[in-house]
């Protein structure tokens, strides 16, 4: 997942909401999407993924819980609210 390093994405159904890839090590990644009509940004780090899908849950630091699922040109997130926007990301 090297290659998604650095990289920023724009939600398809929502353009005020960006993902930015902040690191990929092995088959960890740490990312932070943000919803700029809420000025709110989700900050999550070194998150597991198996075969490009990983679960992120509700903590104290996070407060939301999700899936994301890395597929070639699109990342694909759901949420479990609509504090960010779920579906689509694609490259900017």
């Not at 890839?21 to 700029?36: L, P, Q």
């Amino acid at each position: 997942y090297d290659a998604y390093a650095q990289t920023s994405w724009i939600s398809k159904d929502n353009s005020a909401c960006t993902l930015t890839v902040t690191e990929c090590r092995g088959d960890r990644i740490s990312f932070e999407v943000y919803n700029a009509d809420e000025d709110i940004k989700l900050i999550i780090n070194n998150l597991a993924l198996e075969k490009g899908e990983g679960d992120f849950d509700s903590n104290d630091e996070t407060m939301m819980a999700g899936t994301i699922k890395i597929n070639g040109a699109k990342i694909t997130i759901n949420f479990v609210d609509e504090t960010y926007t779920s579906g689509d990301y694609i490259l900017q």
